[in-house]
T-cell receptor, first 114, second 114 residues
Framework: GQQLNQSPQSMFIQEGEDVSMNCTSSSIFNTWLWYKQDPGEGPVLLIALYKAGELTSNGRLTAQFGITRKDSFLNISASIPSDVGIYFCAGQSGEMDSNYQLIWGAGTKLIIKP | DGGITQSPKYLFRKEGQNVTLSCEQN?????MYWYRQDPGQGLRLIYY???????QKGDIAEGYSVSREKKESFPLTVTSAQKNPTAFYLCASSLTGTLPYEQYFGPGTRLTVT
């Protein structure tokens, strides 16, 4: 099935650093979602975006719905140890024939350097 | 509290045996989903259901079966035909037909087949 291009695949960061990751698609989406998954757990929804150009924050996390509707960005400011995990983007075209399915990125693994 | 439960958390089976994974939600969501996740990989859709007594194949349905007899429940059977069943299985649910399209996940079941 279709998959989003999510980058980077992994990131090694120092505590306190800012983090940026993004997802791109070849097709237009009406919805962008960002999830975080801790080891051995299910993904947890962080931020939902529904409008092109929308910028939404959740604490130290900020996500943006790209103007072209083909990309989205997630930024984490002043990273802390509990930020480690895998971050997934997911998009949805909103078209009836898509059955409202989400298209998923492969994930960005965030690792804190010792 | 509303949410999605999956049981058991860990499951061990011998090769050649069918096994059924449980998923229950009390979010009053119409749609439910099963995903498979392999180590270091993203989420791959196995089956989904948008309404009781109806379900559709996802990208990797071969070797799996589902039923949707109740709105709250969407069990997944991993059959002996599934060639590589050891994986982490995630169940999710969402509203349908209208915003928001966010999917909410259960804690997952880790299946090991030897």
């Amino acid at each position: 099935g279709q998959q989003l291009n999510q980058s980077p695949q992994s990131m090694f960061i120092q505590e306190g650093e800012d983090v940026s990751m993004n997802c791109t698609s070849s097709s237009i989406f009406n919805t962008w979602l960002w999830y975080k998954q801790d080891p051995g757990e299910g993904p947890v929804l962080l931020i939902a975006l529904y409008k092109a150009g929308e910028l939404t924050s959740n604490g130290r996390l900020t996500a943006q719905f790209g103007i072209t509707r083909k990309d989205s960005f997630l930024n984490i400011s002043a990273s802390i140890p509990s930020d480690v995990g895998i971050y997934f983007c997911a998009g949805q075209s909103g078209e009836m024939d898509s059955n409202y399915q989400l298209i998923w990125g492969a994930g960005t693994k965030l690792i804190i350097k010792p | 509290d509303g949410g999605i439960t999956q049981s058991p958390k860990y499951l061990f089976r011998k090769e050649g045996q069918n096994v059924t994974l449980s998923c229950e939600q009390n979010l009053n969501h119409d749609a439910m989903y099963w995903y498979r996740q392999d180590p270091g990989q993203g989420l791959r859709l196995i089956y989904y259901s948008q309404i009781v007594n109806d379900f559709q194949k996802g990208d990797i349905a071969e070797g799996y079966s589902v039923s949707r007899e109740k709105k709250e429940s969407f069990p997944l059977t991993v059959t002996s035909a599934q060639k590589n069943p050891t994986a982490f299985y995630l169940c999710a649910s969402s509203l349908t037909g209208t915003l928001p399209y966010e999917q909410y996940f259960g804690p997952g079941t880790r299946l090991t087949v030897t």
